[in-house]
């Protein structure tokens, strides 16, 4: 597609931005026509926040002119739009060329840490260094796990329960149950999982993952 005086050949932004970032956009004009003439950039995301706000320059025929914004990345998709425009002999300013890009929302890997973890099994007591060596009584793990998130920005996360028996098996990993966590909230996962049924070291294994 190209107007009548001008083409936008290139719109240049990123396929993805993380929510809070800086999107940086560049808008490229060509002079298609025969004649020097003036010409605008407008960039605008969502079809109503202007972030490249009428970019003049004069072009010869043939030249071509990148002009330059960026915008601050909201929490969802985007459409950014490039805008060329010229004026006339008689100061008139038209709408002539465009294009479009989406900018997909980037989900922020989870940040957070353990803060407390416990393992508890009977007889042989409570916060066991893990692996631990255990006897085959048929008891079970009772596993403890408070957890901040530190992240930016409201994520889905959940944590990851991992059991492995002493013959290197996975013995149990328990449905992850998803929840939303904000920026320095603080939960806890309880576990009482995994009939021990094999004498020697058994490991856990456990990290926060995100949806």
């Known amino acids: 597609m190209a107007g009548k005086y001008t083409r936008v050949a290139y719109l240049i932004a990123p396929d993805s931005a993380p929510a809070g970032s800086s999107v940086s956009v560049d ?12 010409v605008a950039a407008v960039g605008v995301f969502d079809s109503e926040e202007r972030f490249i706000d009428w970019m003049m320059d004069w072009l010869i025929p043939l ?3 990148y002009f330059s ?3 601050v990345m909201p929490s969802k998709d985007v459409v950014v739009h490039g805008y060329s425009m010229y004026e006339d ?3 008139y300013w038209y709408f002539d060329d465009e294009a479009e890009k989406r900018v997909d929302l980037e989900a922020l ?9 416990w393992v508890n099994k009977a007889p042989e007591g409570t916060r066991l260094p893990m692996p631990a060596a255990v006897a085959a ?3 079970t793990f009772e596993i403890g796990i408070r957890g901040r998130f530190t992240g930016g920005v409201d ?4 944590m990851e329960v991992v059991v492995t028996d002493p013959d290197g098996l996975q013995r149990a990993a328990p449905a992850i149950d998803w929840t939303g966590m904000s920026p320095g909230e603080e939960l806890n996962w309880e576990y009482n999982i ?3 049924d094999k004498a020697g070291e058994w490991t856990t294994v456990i990290r926060f993952i995100s949806k």
Do not use: K, Q, Y
Not at 27 to 38: D, F, G, P, T, V
Not at 109 to 117: A, T, V
Not at 155 to 158: K, P, Q, R, Y
């Open 27 to 38: 808008i490229a004009i060509e002079n298609i026509s025969e004649s020097r003439i003036h």
């Open 137 to 139: 009584d048929g008891n």
């Open 194 to 196: 995994c009939s021990v």
């Open 155 to 158: 994520t889905i996360v959940g």
């Open 63 to 65: 030249e071509v002119r």
């Open 89 to 91: 002999e008689f100061g």
């Open 69 to 71: 914004g960026s915008f």
């Open 109 to 117: 890997p989870p940040s957070g840490r353990i803060i407390d973890l």
